[in-house]
């Protein structure tokens, strides 16, 4: 079945720098990419999202990038601000794609220090 | 719109003893899932319901774990007899169709 594959686990960034979060996948036939925000005790929440038919998506400070002949797909934050701590999952969907089923990676912990 | 329900927010139990969890999606979502989070991990899917039908079940520990979804509406995911190591979130999404999934508050399990 699909793997996924987080890095790094854990990032501190200053307020104002960027953070960039990187995951790998095993299913070549995977076809959509969606990354989910966890603040502590709380829900995952849908942030962005990718197809593969797309290489990059843009969101206000957020963006994903997708490289489908690596099998790679990464999550930029800019300007990052205090708000933006949290736990950053990624997730990719294997086929058969009709029903929605997700495999997640294993989280990254982003820290934003003022 | 209302968002997934689930309750309760916390159970602490005993190992060997039963416990139960309810999600109720959201209107209209045909697809609805059952994820376990272990603390410092991403959710692991357990069960997918397509209305009431099961989709996949195939990371549910069938021995310990039970769901069923009446009527293509609420849910409700069992353990019987729990373990130490079933201690997680439990956590319940839903989606219109397959497409983005969005998760309920969860329930966070404690086997003593």
């Known amino acids: 079945g699909e793997n996924v594959e987080q890095h790094p686990s854990t990032l501190s960034v200053q307020e104002g720098d960027s953070a960039v979060i990187k995951c790998t996948y095993s299913d070549s036939a995977s076809n959509y990419f969606p990354w989910y925000k966890q603040e502590l005790g709380k829900r995952p929440q849908l942030i962005i999202d990718?197809?593969?038919?797309?290489g990059e998506k843009k969101d206000q400070r957020i963006a994903v990038t997708l490289n489908k002949t690596a099998k790679h797909f990464s999550l930029h934050i800019t300007e990052t601000q205090p708000e933006d701590s949290a736990v950053y999952f990624c997730?990719?969907?294997?086929?058969?794609?009709?029903?929605?089923?997700?495999?997640f990676g294993a989280g990254t912990q982003v820290v934003v220090t003022p | 719109e209302a968002g997934v329900a689930q309750s309760p927010r916390y159970k602490i139990i005993e190992k060997r003893q039963s416990v139960a969890f309810w999600c109720n999606p959201i209107s209209g979502h045909a697809t609805l899932y059952w994820y376990q989070q272990i603390l410092g991990q991403g959710p692991k899917l357990l069960i997918q319901?397509?209305?009431?039908?099961?989709?996949?079940d195939s990371q549910l520990p069938k021995d310990r774990f039970s769901a069923e979804r009446l009527k293509g509406v609420d849910s409700t995911l069992k353990i019987q007899p729990a373990k130490l190591e079933d201690s997680a979130v439990y956590l319940c999404a839903s989606s219109p169709r397959g497409n983005e999934q969005f998760f309920g508050p969860g329930t966070r399990l404690t086997v003593l």
């Open positions: 319901f397509q209305n009431n039908g099961v989709v996949d």
């Open positions: 997730a990719a969907r294997p086929p058969p794609d009709s029903w929605g089923k997700l495999q």
């Open positions: 990718i197809r593969s038919n797309v």
